[in-house]
Each structure stands twice: as structure tokens, then as C-alpha cells.
């Protein structure tokens, strides 16, 4: 019902607002003092709320990075839990200002949809579980034809899993929900054999289950699924901050910037860590990008660099335990790879 | 005379400003002006954020490629098809638990009301505990009733509940024997036309009969025997072309056979028993809007009880009902849009799924709005077609 409602909504919006007046979204956020973050409905490792309320995870760190870059105060972000249905619709009509909600970055979503991926903060791929106990046998994806797979709507997820089971000529029983939690639910309850999603989720998942240690993950990783916040086309200013935000988390981390030698770094001998942390005199660094030069110093002091935020979130400072893998610097043989800040 | 002439001719000979004709042409044109300029501007406005916003447009997405599967397919479809069929498969959907869901209600509905007003004290006693729990339960919460609380508990495929005439009850849902028609099962078909054709052939002849002479003939039986009788023979003659499917334990699950998931079942369920609490105060309320005296009289004239109930009472009963009766079936369609908290396919969730995949939130909502609109439009005609049948006829 919900995702209707904000249709509705997204819909009045479109037609509702002036259509001469659209003034940057930087300007917007400066001017109500917040950035409005679109997130996923709970999602352990990257965004989900602890036991005081208080929004957890790579994803939601990611919109305290920006916050930082902005206010010079990772606090100042509101959380809006969309669902898979839900989340275009509300960047599109301005409700939020960055979705960062475990979204693939796909083709169609950069040009239909009139998004704009800023990178990928996490590479992931879609994987299987099942219950080990009661299915004892089945050891491979390439074995679940005749399964009842549970599913969320609205995600490429829904079309991969399509996807896998044709070109495979195997048979399935799609059962569908709009909730990631109604999904976990049912697939917990036995309404399904198998559940997929990104494998990432699947190792948050599990934790979640009844008793999750009678579940595996099956090997088999069926796409890509490069996983990054997006913001609305159409605003580059915005689009540079957030864009510049995730590639200074990175750049932070390969210079071994962190929370903790952020103030003794300022001072390095090394002019690019200089440089980067806004010490270089008569830099314009950060006043160019629409915020102020200590930029980069004001992220790291809020959510650490990109290697922190992992570790804490979803790698080995946190239950999920997931290995850094294509994730790590390309320095250290992943994928992660930022411009220089010059 | 002549001053009634004065006071009629007055308001055309004072001012142009003060002529009741001209203002409330003025008024009218300008309402119409403000109304469809403001729709324009509203259109104009979606078009414009639109291209500003680089969202695509038009409905040209539906005959794209879906790339989805949906779990229940009344038509043919797979994750080849398009986008405006996924849709059409969640209206089918829709309409599927919808009727299927109005006349159970109404059955069920009728029951209750008429138990209501029962003189046996538990009858009366146990309907008016059904009417008070369901109509002040909101309709999402027996939803979850009956997904989670009932139909979640049944047991796991491998240990289901045997049921009669080969049939399984597991928590994926019932499955039952499907047949396969072989060769000459045409005939039982036709059969069982020609049987309910001769059957209301045989009512319509018997009450001609009883209103010239007055003598009764058992129509019910006759009919029954007619229309079960004729396809048996059929069935015999032609061979016994029918087998059945039925449903075998498989590695995950039984297959062949027939299956009615449980996100059907328990929609379904939900929203006869919720919409039944609502028609069982309306029949109660027709029931007791028709006049004692109409009882009494046809009691004087020596019908029975039940008949005197199903000639005299009800027939007045339900020109009270129907009116009523509309707005439920109306309520009841739309409710199924809850389907979507249990992942029932119905046109909400497909459109849903469609918007979110295509991205097209207006395009989509739009035609969300218009499908439930002519249903509901559907409903409303076939419903006043029959009051109008059912409406006194003053001779």
C-alpha cells in the first residue's frame, strides 16, 4: 500500500511543483540544515536500526560521510526506510536528497529513471540459501529446479533470478513480497525452499533466521551486482559532492588517513596528504566542490575512511564477518580505485 | 396580475452586474475555466519535471520485456512477456478473488444475518460474536490471521495432511487432483449445458403450471437429477474419457495436480469473512425493515415457516439490501489491494512491480487508478442492473 502512497505522492509532486523554481539541492539541504537519506527497511551490515533507533551500516554511514562533507557534522542526516518499491519513486520527487539503499547500479536505472549512480560503495552478487537440514542433499543452485524461491519485488534481484532459471531450463515457484522482513519471514516459516539476494544480504540474513546455523549459502554467484547510493539527474554540483565524498573515503583510506591520526596527518610531510586533508595554503579544493577545505577532514573524523566503515559495519569488526574480497583497495588486488584529489 | 407581471420582468431592467442569468453564466464559465486550467497546468507541470528530471515517459514501456515471473498466472505468461501483459495477469488476479471472495461473502453474509434474528438463543448468540469480531477487526489484520496464524502453521510438504479423493493440505497451500479430459469429454460438457438449460426449461413451465392450476411440481429435484444425471450418462457413454492428475511428493515439493497457493487462500478467506460480518447486518437490517404485518399475513394464509421467508420476506428484504450490498461489493474489490502484504500477485502488486522496474510512477499509478476504477464503474452497473430487477414494480 505504502509504495502507492508515495507514488500518489510522487506523482502530486511532479505535477505539483513549480516548475521554474529548482534551486540546487545543496542549497535546499544548507537551507534546511539536514540531508534527508533514502535507506533500505533493514538490512544488517548496511542499514539497519540498533537497539536505540539509531540507523546502522555501510549505507547509512555513507549518507554521515556527506553530511560531514557538508555541515562539518556526520549527525545531521535524517533516515527514510524505503522499500525496493518505493526507493526511485522517492528521489525522483525530491523526498530524499541520496539514495543509499543497497541499489544496483544497472543502465537502465542511470538513463530511464533519470538517476545518477555516484560509484559502487560495495560489489556484491546474488546468491542462494537453503535450509541444510531439510533439504540435505542439495549442495549446488544448478539442483533447486521444481523449489519455491522467495523473492523481494521490484528488484534485480527478481529479474536475475528469472534470468538464471530459464537460461538453465530449470522450473521455479517465484513467492513475491514487497518487505524485506515479510521475505525473511516467510522463508523462515518454510513457505519457500530457497531465499535470493545479493549474497551479502544473505550473510545478514542468515544471523537474523530462527537457528542460522541449519543454513547455507550456496556457491554459486548467478550476476554482478555493483551496489552504490544514487542521487536525482539534473543537479551536478550535488551529484560532484556525493560523488567526491565516496572517492575521498577511499583516497583517505589509501593514504592511511583514519579516525584516529586524522588531527597528527594535518601536519604529515607528505604534500598529497596535505593536499587532500585542505592544508595546502590558498587551496580551493573544497570551496570548488561547494563546501568548506577541510572537507575531507571532517568525513574521516565522522565515519573513518572506507576501509573503517567496512570493517565496522560488515567486515571483521562486525557479526557478519564478510572478507574485504573485490572490495579491497586495488592496491591490495580489489576493485576499489578513486581519482586523486588535485 | 399586473404587479406579479412587474415583479417578473424587475431583474432585467436593473443593472448588467445584477442579472441572475448573466452571473450565474459568468460563474459557471469561470469555474469551468479555473478547473480545466488548473488540470492543464497540473498535466503541463508532470511533462515539464518530467523532461527537466531526464524520467522517460509515455506508455510505450508497456510492451516492453517484463523479465519477471509471477506466482500465479491465470493466463499464459512468462518472464518473456510484456509489461502490459504482467499487468493484465494482475487484474485477472484481482477480478479472480474478487468474485470469488463476493460470493462467499454473500453466502456467508446471508447465513449470519438471517441466524441473527434466529429464535434458537446459541444460533442467534454465535452470530452475533462472528459479526462483532470480524467487523471491528481492520481487514489487513484477518489477512495475517489467516496467512500467518493458519495456513503458516500447516506442516512442512514432506509431512502434509492426506485429505480425501487423493488431495494434500501442506503450508504451500491445498492441492487436489486436476483432470485431464481426454478424448469425447466434449460430450460431458455438453451434457451438463443441455442439463441446466432443460432445468430452467422445467422451472419455468412448472410455475406457469402453478399459477393456472395451482398444482406444485418438484423442480428442485427434477433439476438436480438433470443436471448431474445427464453428464454422468455422457461420462458413461463416452467411454470414460476423464482421468485425474494427481499430486505426487517431488524433491521440494508435490507437484501436478492442481495447487491453490496460500496467498490466494488466505486473502480470499479474509476478505469473504470480513465483508460477510458487514452483508450480515445488512440482510439483518432489510429483514427487519420489512413489516411484521407481512408475516403475520402470510402466516394467516397458512405458508410455512421457510416459505414464508424465502415468498413473502426475503423478496422485500432485498430491495433494502441491494443498495447496501453494492457499496460492500465495492469495498470488498478494492480491500484486495492488500494482497500485496502477503505477496499475492493481484494488480497492485504487479503494477507495483512494473512501475518500480520501468521507473514510470505516474504512468503506472495512472493505470492503477483507471483498472480499479472500471471495476468498481463494472460492479456498480451489474448491481443497479439487478435493483432495478428486484425494485417495487408499481402496477
Not at chain 1, 521554474?20 to 539536514?34: E, I, Q
Not at chain 1, 541499489?103 to 538517476?115: E, H, P, V, Y
Not at chain 2, 411484521?292 to 402470510?298: H, L
Not at chain 2, 497492485?348 to 476504477?373: K, R, S
Request: glycine share 10%; aromatic share 10%; proline share 4%.
Amino acid at each position: 500500500m505504502k509504495h502507492i502512497a508515495i507514488g500518489i505522492l510522487g506523482a502530486a509532486t511532479l505535477g505539483l511543483m513549480a516548475s521554474a523554481a529548482s534551486a540546487g539541492t545543496l542549497d535546499t539541504v544548507k537551507a534546511k540544515g539536514f540531508i534527508q537519506c533514502g535507506v533500505s527497511t533493514g538490512l544488517a551490515g548496511f542499514s539497519a536500526p540498533d537497539d536505540k533507533g539509531d540507523w546502522q551500516g555501510i549505507d547509512a554511514d555513507f549518507c554521515r560521510a556527506v553530511a560531514a562533507a557538508v555541515f562539518g557534522d556526520g549527525t545531521k542526516v535524517k533516515f527514510t526506510p524505503l522499500s525496493a518499491k518505493e526507493r526511485f519513486t522517492a528521489l525522483q520527487s525530491g523526498e530524499v536528497d541520496i539514495l543509499s539503499r543497497n541499489t544496483t547500479w544497472t543502465i537502465n536505472r542511470d538513463t530511464a529513471l533519470g538517476l545518477n549512480f555516484i560509484g559502487t560503495t560495495y560489489y556484491d552478487g546474488q546468491g542462494f540459501m537453503i535450509n541444510a537440514k531439510k533439504l540435505p542433499g542439495v549442495n549446488s543452485a544448478l539442483q533447486l529446479s521444481g523449489a519455491a524461491v522467495c523473492v523481494q519485488s521490484g528488484t534485480t534481484t527478481e529479474l536475475n533470478l528469472a534470468d538464471y532459471f530459464k537460461a538453465n531450463k530449470m522450473e521455479y515457484n517465484p513467492v513475491v513480497f514487497e518487505k524485506l522482513e515479510e521475505v525473511n519471514a516467510a522463508y523462515d516459516a518454510g513457505r519457500c525452499d530457497v531465499y535470493t539476494t545479493d549474497q551479502s544480504g544473505l550473510y545478514g540474513i542468515r544471523l537474523t533466521l530462527g537457528s542460522p546455523a541449519d543454513h547455507v549459502v550456496l556457491p554459486e554467484i548467478i550476476s554482478k551486482e555493483p551496489l552504490g547510493p544514487a542521487v536525482r539527474q539534473g543537479d551536478d554540483q550535488w551529484y560532484h559532492i556525493v560523488k567526491w565524498t565516496y572517492f575521498a573515503l577511499l583516497d583517505a583510506e589509501e593514504l592511511g588517513i583514519t579516525k584516529a591520526n586524522v588531527d597528527e596527518m594535518k601536519n604529515s610531510a607528505s604534500p598529497e596528504i596535505k593536499r587532500v586533508l585542505g592544508q595546502e595554503a590558498d587551496t580551493k579544493i573544497g570551496t570548488d566542490l561547494g563546501v568548506s577545505n577541510d572537507w575531507v577532514v571532517n568525513i574521516v573524523k565522522a565515519t573513518g575512511n572506507y576501509g573503517e566503515m567496512f570493517d565496522r559495519n560488515v567486515g571483521s569488526g562486525s557479526p557478519l564477518k564478510i572478507a574485504r574480497g573485490i572490495n579491497a583497495l586495488w592496491t591490495k588486488g580489489g576493485l576499489q580505485y578513486a581519482p586523486p584529489i588535485r | 396580475m399586473a404587479s406579479q407581471e412587474i415583479l417578473r420582468e424587475e431583474p432585467s431592467r436593473g443593472s448588467f452586474v445584477n442579472d441572475p442569468r448573466i452571473r450565474s453564466l459568468f460563474f459557471q464559465t469561470l469555474v469551468v475555466v479555473l478547473l480545466f486550467g488548473s488540470i492543464w497546468w497540473i498535466v503541463q507541470n508532470v511533462i515539464d519535471n518530467l523532461q527537466r528530471l531526464h524520467i522517460a515517459s509515455g506508455f510505450g514501456f508497456l510492451k516492453g520485456r517484463a523479465g519477471f515471473d509471477i506466482s500465479d498466472t491465470p493466463i499464459a505468461y512468462t518472464s518473456d512477456s510484456t509489461y502490459g501483459r504482467a499487468i493484465v495477469v494482475g487484474l485477472i488476479n484481482t477480478i479472480i478473488v474478487a468474485v470469488a471472495g463476493i460470493i462467499t461473502a454473500t453466502i456467508i453474509g446471508f447465513i449470519i444475518g438471517i441466524g441473527r434474528l434466529s429464535q434458537n438463543w446459541l444460533i442467534q448468540k454465535i452470530c452475533t460474536v462472528y459479526v462483532e469480531i470480524f467487523r471491528n477487526i481492520p481487514p489487513l489484520l484477518v489477512i495475517f490471521f489467516w496467512y500467518s496464524g493458519v495456513l503458516a502453521v500447516l506442516p512442512a510438504p514432506r509431512d502434509s495432511y492426506h485429505l480425501p479423493f487423493g488431495s494434500f493440505l501442506n503450508q504451500r497451500g491445498f492441492y487436489f487432483p486436476r483432470p485431464v479430459w481426454g478424448d469425447g469429454s466434449w460430450l460431458i460438457l455438453v451434457a451438463l449445458v443441455v442439463g441446466i438449460a432443460m432445468s430452467w426449461f422445467v422451472a419455468r413451465r412448472a410455475r406457469q403450471r402453478q399459477m393456472a392450476t395451482g398444482q406444485q411440481f418438484p423442480v428442485f429435484w427434477t433439476s438436480a437429477a438433470l443436471i448431474v444425471g445427464l453428464p454422468l450418462l455422457a461420462y458413461v457413454l463416452s467411454g470414460f474419457p476423464l482421468s485425474f492428475d494427481l499430486p505426487k511428493q517431488s524433491t521440494f515439493n508435490l507437484t501436478g495436480g492442481f495447487q491453490v497457493k496460500p496467498e490466494f487462500l488466505s486473502l480470499y478467506l479474509a476478505l469473504s469473512c470480513y465483508t460477510a460480518a458487514f452483508i450480515a447486518e445488512i440482510v439483518r437490517a432489510g429483514i427487519r425493515g420489512v413489516s411484521k404485518g407481512q408475516t403475520e399475513a402470510a402466516a394467516a394464509l397458512g405458508l410455512r415457516s421457510g416459505s414464508i421467508l424465502r415468498l413473502v420476506v426475503v423478496p422485500q428484504a432485498m430491495r433494502i439490501v441491494i443498495p447496501p450490498l453494492t457499496s460492500q461489493y465495492l469495498n470488498l474489490t478494492k480491500n484486495s489491494s492488500l494482497a500485496i502484504a502477503i505477496g499475492y500477485p493481484d494488480l497492485t502488486a504487479t503494477a507495483g512491480t512494473v512501475l518500480n522496474q520501468t521507473g514510470q510512477a505516474v504512468e503506472g499509478v495512472l493505470i492503477m487508478m483507471i483498472a480499479y476504477l472500471i471495476l468498481s464503474l463494472v460492479t456498480s452497473a451489474v448491481m443497479n442492473v439487478v435493483n432495478a430487477r428486484m425494485a417495487l414494480v408499481e402496477r
